[in-house]
């Protein structure tokens, strides 16, 4: 989604929601990946969703359900996540 096009951004929790609802899912089923600590993991947070947190050096003090260094740590993540769930 970019921003400019729909007239709100982050950390607006409404751009959460369109998102949300162009996927078909709720924010209980959605994990959101980011970088920063505010516009990414608070605001994600905020709307229900899980949140992980994309480390780098300019940021140490986040809050957030994972912690990742690289993109590829993502999807066996989500699998512990679906496996815990699913049980």
């Known amino acids: 989604m970019i921003s400019v096009k729909e007239g709100c951004a982050k950390p607006e929790a ?45 940021s140490t003090d986040v809050q957030a359900d994972a912690e990742i260094d690289k993109l590829e740590e993502i999807i066996p993540l989500v699998e512990q996540w679906d496996k815990t769930v699913i049980g």
Do not use: C, P
Request: aromatic content about 8%; cysteine-free; glycine content about 6%.
């Open 14 to 58: 409404e751009i959460f929601n369109r998102a949300l609802h162009r996927l078909g899912v709720s924010a209980d089923e959605a994990v959101f990946v980011g970088d920063h600590a505010e516009n990414d993991m608070i605001a994600a947070n905020n709307v229900g969703m899980k949140t992980v947190w994309k480390k780098h050096q300019y």
